[in-house]
T-cell receptor
Framework: NAGVTQTPKFQVLKTGQSMTLQCAQD?????MSWYRQDPGMGLRLIHY???????DQGEVPNGYNVSRSTTEDFPLRLLSAAPSQTSVYFC???????????????FGEGSRLTVL | RKEVEQDPGPFNVPEGATVAFNCTYS??????FFWYRQDCRKEPKLLMS???SGNEDGRFTAQLNRASQYISLLIRDSKLSDSATYLC????????????FGSGTKLNVKP
């Protein structure tokens, strides 16, 4: 069982470069999301999706784009990387219908991004 | 103001001790509450949901106080394996797809 798979696990970028963090899940979850985790800040929601073709913004969406063309995949794009985007990024998924009650988000192992 | 606030700790306790964490949330209309556990450099994992009536799962007890807008987690008979960061999580009030995470409370259980 793969669960939620994120790639790459580590990445170093220069300011202004673009890149895509990949996220795939094999649990047929409708809900997928991206968080960033910074020291002292907790996890903050960047974008989320409740199904293919549907995306919405979270708390900190600026500088990031997402799309959801399939149920399985939810890539996060950094358009022009900035040092402030240095962080650990987590993708998480769940069954949309039960999210409120169970609260169980299934997280990937994280992607550590450094922007120089 | 942060949606969810937690004491970062660390809480350093001996094995067998009882330890309690609190967190406060700012939106009184919040509907769902959870505790997650995160080991060092790992992904968060759901520990337990928090219900209005309080709930228990083995050595772990979670309580919700809506009037004071705080959530608590009590760990009894602490084990070395309980050492981790505990994240308080609050679901959105009108949008159940948005979760707000506290920055976490670090627990170190010593032999």
């Amino acid at each position: 069982n793969a669960g939620v798979t994120q790639t790459p696990k580590f990445q170093v970028l220069k300011t202004g470069q673009s890149m895509t963090l990949q996220c795939a899940q094999d649990m047929n979850h409708e809900y997928m999301s991206w968080y960033r985790q910074d020291p002292g800040m907790g996890l903050r929601l960047i974008h989320y999706s409740v199904g293919a073709g549907i995306t919405d913004q979270g708390e900190v969406p600026n500088g990031y784009n997402v799309s959801r063309s399939t149920t399985e995949d939810f890539p996060l794009r950094l358009l022009s990387a900035a040092p402030s985007q240095t962080s650990v990024y987590f993708c998480a998924s769940s069954f949309a219908g039960g999210l409120r009650n169970t609260g169980e988000l299934f997280f990937g192992e994280g992607s550590r991004l450094t922007v120089l | 103001r942060k949606e969810v606030e937690q004491d970062p700790g660390p809480f350093n306790v001996p094995e067998g001790a009882t330890v309690a964490f609190n967190c406060t949330y700012s939106n009184s209309a919040s509907q769902s509450f959870f505790w997650y556990r995160q080991d060092c450099r790992k992904e968060p994992k759901l520990l337990m949901s928090v219900y209005s009536s309080g709930n228990e799962d083995g050595r772990f007890t979670a309580q919700l106080n809506r009037a004071s807008q705080y959530i608590s987690l009590l760990i009894r008979d602490s084990k070395l394996s309980d050492s981790a960061t505990y994240l308080c999580v609050v679901g959105g009030s009108y949008n159940f797809n948005k979760f707000y995470f506290g920055s976490g409370t670090k627990l170190n259980v010593k032999p």
